[in-house]
């Protein structure tokens, strides 16, 4: 049975590739998926409105309906586009949710799981807009936001996103702060740490002690993903076997 970890697909509409191509490797879990790990930012935006205004997301949810009745363990961790899930992944889908980071065992290894948004402690700017929007008062209020609402925070957040990501790459190297940070999740006793976040694939061991990074990219355009195997962290790219 195989544990997968995902991030940052960023779904906006089912025509666009990315979308596409993950419903067909939502399928091929079915049935050979023991957990899937979902690492952040699944979606372009989501928060767990009553109303579930986000209709362009109910084929990603029936694939993960059927992979959790397949047997499939889901854990989700929480982004900073996907937060406040609400009850279609508590209750419905039954998902394990964490708000953020999270040491775990996987296969009898122990690893530091996050999205990988608070990794970067210089960027304070971002993480005083973390602060507001995951507080306990934001996550009360959604259930008497009106659906509208959605669409405005959507596109604030997005074009806040999206305007400031070329300017953090040039001005932080990720590789660098990730190594960093992997450092002191090991002297937390960790073997591993699997992050997302930022859209940069790579697998790397530190030196000394046995430990292994794994930054899983994206599925907007590497699609890349994550994969254990006899306690070993690998980082694959998904190819499918036919056409769409």
């Known amino acids: 049975m195989r544990t997968i970890f995902i991030a940052d697909a960023h779904l906006a509409a089912p025509a666009d590739l990315n979308y596409r ?3 067909r490797f939502l399928r091929e879990l079915e049935g050979n998926a023991e957990t899937l790990f979902i690492m952040g930012d699944l979606f372009d935006f989501w928060l767990g409105f009553p ?19 397949s047997g499939c363990r889901l854990v989700y961790f929480e982004g900073n586009h996907d937060f406040h899930l609400g009850s279609i992944f508590s209750d ?11 040491i775990m065992t996987v296969q009898g290894r122990q690893l530091f799981l996050c999205h990988g948004d608070q990794i970067n402690r210089s960027d304070h700017g971002y993480r005083l807009l973390r602060r507001l929007l995951h507080n306990r008062l934001v996550a009360s209020a959604v259930a008497h936001f009106p659906p509208s609402l959605a669409v405005l925070i959507k596109e604030r957040l997005q074009h806040a ?4 990501y070329q300017a953090k790459i040039a001005r932080w190297d990720y590789r660098q702060i990730i190594r960093c940070f992997a450092q002191s999740a090991r002297e937390q006793g960790c073997r591993g740490l699997v992050t997302g976040h930022f859209h940069l694939p790579f697998r790397e061991e530190l030196d000394g002690s046995p430990f ?17 195997v006899n306690g070993e962290l690998l980082l694959k790219n998904y190819t499918p076997t036919k056409p769409l």
């Open 92 to 102: 419905r889908l039954k998902a394990e949710i964490h708000a953020g980071p999270a």
């Open 212 to 228: 292994t990074i794994l930054s899983l990219g994206d599925w907007m355009e590497q699609f890349t993903y994550g994969e254990m």
């Open 161 to 164: 996103s999206r305007a400031g």
């Open 51 to 69: 109303s579930q205004p986000f209709r362009q997301y109910d084929a990603v949810l029936e694939a993960l309906l059927a992979l959790k009745r």
């Open 21 to 23: 191509l993950l419903l």
